[in-house]
């Protein structure tokens, strides 16, 4: 019998990420999962152009970034084992102590070296307002709380400037803005912030410190994500001008804060400037923008790809990386650093030198052990004409002429896609004899914005599209059993796997994950519902009512008779613990087959980012549920 992936074998991969490049030399982290002390312990390594060694012993080193002229790393850690949060530390590239600069209550977001070296810029929160000494939460503004953050009313995040000899710290930004990215150029301090969260929780600016005020360089009408400044005074941004809403690629721009032109140079390329594959064995992604010999230098979602691209002045558009696969973060010196991975092949560390590429690490060889079922790609052409991409995986012991039950996997989003990425949950049900069926239907990333914009059309085309996917596999592959087929899927594919149950019978089994089940209660109770649902659905609960019931799957649940397991993070301040109650006391209340599965201490991230062993526990949930409906 072929060895097949199991969901213990999550604790195999090493995360590999957080690429920074000084002139040959590359530092990157490698993050290892525990299931037995269930935890995630991560490594600082060094990449000398020919040699790849660790460099820190921390267990919980992370974040690397050289000084200017190479002769230091900052990174953060936890290695006083009373720290709640990560601290700062310095240690020489030769080698070396590494020296603990300062700690920051709240932990640290970002750093980067000042131009001199002699400070470090530190992105950190803090509070703006006295916090009452007792536990009750006195709340002024939304949001109130942030997924995998938790409380963050009443918090913004500042820059502190850390002196390297000393560990001195002084703040120097303003109180009022909620800082991002930081890039200091001619010794000014560029950054991005949110000024106004709560009423424009989709817009975030460019700022130049003056002294101790922060001066906006954009029109505070846009998200801006990154940018460089440039020696003409005009700089090159990565931003979002919100046309479509949340259906809006993100493009690189060049701006000119003098006259106020934006002009698009990704014009050409009507792709997400970022990676937006799926991934439940990912490391720490770092793809800043690189702007080098009159390139900036820039990952985007190409379809079911992830590919390094570069754009110059002009509008001319090259690819840098291509191929079936997913690049997670790159670094450009004297050469091409990135990371990447495909759908059989977990992260690891590649250069592109003079044309010629070179795998750097072996840290996932241990995969090489094992059969895995590799993704079969097929185009579906919907009912309206629009090509859908889709892909199968046959079970790990596939044997022609025999009949196999399959899952319909569904991403979240909806603007994210599947596509050449790893998966661990995919290959754990084919390891157990399921055919998995997965595509990017409309409203995924990757395809344009047209393709990408169901606003107020949710459960429409989308659901559609999912369903001529499984008409389309059905009749293309004979060995799939069409009276075995289960749906699952986490976030909007947990709002889908709930419509889909209350609009059809034709799955005999259905898990739905961190979902969503009623618009009204997820427009008040969650992270992002005030500003995503009126994007989403159009209006608010009191305009759009009926819109807003009409698009929840909780108006459809008398109609479900798919046996549903319900899976939700208590956590979970995305999609709130209310949207996966709710349904299932609805279910339970009409009689129907309903099970709950409710993780403590987990957010929305749950899947690719919860502790290991529930990580593993809610695959052996998923498995066994599908496993006691399409095999029982």
Known sequence: MAKGLTEKDLEKFKLVGNIDAFRRRLVFQVTEISVEKDDYFSRIYLYDGRKVKPFTSGKKDGNPRFSPDGKLIAFTSKRDKESKE???????????????????????????????????????????????????HVIKEIPFWFNGVGWVYGKRSVVYLVDLETGRKRRITPKNLDVSQIRFYEGKLYFIAQEDRERKPMVSDLYVLKGRKAKRLTPGEWSVSDFIPLDDGTFILKANTRERGIPTNTHIYHYSPETGEMRKL??????????????????SQRAELVFKDGWVYYVATDGPRANLFRVNLKGKIERVIGGDRSVESFAISDYVAFTAQD??????LYTLRDGKEKKVTDF??????YELSKPEHFRVKASDGVEIDAWIMKPVDFE?????????????????????SFMHEFHVLTAKGFVVIFSNPRGSDGYGEDFADIREHYGERDYQDLMEVVDEALKRFDFIDGER?????????????????GHTKRFKAAVTQRSISNWVSFFGTTDIGYFFAPDQIGGDPWSNTDGYWEKSPLKYAPNVETPLLVIHSMEDYRCWLPEGLQFYTALKYLGKTVELALFPGENHDLSRGGKPKHRVKRLELITGWMERWLKG
């Open 86 to 136: 990560a601290e700062l530390y310095v240690i020489p590239t030769d080698g070396g102590e590494a020296r603990l600069l300062t700690k920051f209550k709240y932990g640290i977001k970002n750093l980067r070296f000042t131009e001199d070296g002699k400070s470090i810029a530190v992105v950190t929160p803090i509070d703006v307002e006295k916090k009452p000494k007792d536990d009750v």
């Open 266 to 283: 990704t014009v050409e390329l009507d792709r997400a400037a970022y990676n937006s594959l799926n991934c439940d064995v990912r490391g």
């Open 343 to 348: 759908a059989v092949t977990p992260t690891e």
């Open 364 to 369: 996932n060889s241990w995969i090489k052990e």
């Open 400 to 420: 022609p002429g025999k009949k196999y039950p399959a899952v319909l996997e569904i991403h979240g989003g909806p603007k994210t896609a599947y596509g050449y």
């Open 485 to 501: 087929i289960g749906v699952t899927g986490g976030s909007y594919g947990g709002f889908m796997t709930n419509w889909i149950v």
